[in-house]
């Protein structure tokens, strides 16, 4: 994971890039919030090599906006594994487990403006604009402020095969 979020094209849309001690403290999270939840960013590995590629999951945000507390589904994945169909794979399987297996009703996902890899998956997996909105933690990066928020309901899920 620390090989992922060190990589500065990965982490192009955020402010910084992680440090070990973050990254570990990213992961001490995603545990507390699947023991609590019983879900949470999962790490994803390659089926076929077992070769690990970064996360893929669900996760509960609280943070201060008029559309939290949300479910949020979100992936990053080592650069090497882009444009592989990864992402969207792992994005339908999350959201079916949501849907099925958590009996969520819905679930969002946010990301800069100016990340299209991201909102390009986003639609690829049937989530639909909602709107726009100025995250409050980014204010002093005027590039990354201004975020889109996405979301599905259950009944607008395609199913996965």
Known sequence: MQAVNKDAEVMRFFPNTLTLEQTQEFIKKMQQQFQKN???????????????????GLSEKD?????TPYIDICWRLHQSNWNKGYATEGA?????????????????????????PFEHVMKKIGMYKVGTFKNLLLGDYPDLEEYLLYEINHPNMPLYK
């Open 92 to 116: 339908l399987a999350y959201l079916n487990f949501g849907f099925e297996v958590l009996k969520l009703k819905n679930i969002k996902s946010i990301t800069p403006v100016i990340n299209l």
């Open 63 to 67: 943070f201060k906006a008029d559309f």
């Open 38 to 56: 019983g879900f949470c960013y999962y790490a994803v590995e390659k089926l076929e090599d077992e070769q690990f590629i970064g996360f893929i």
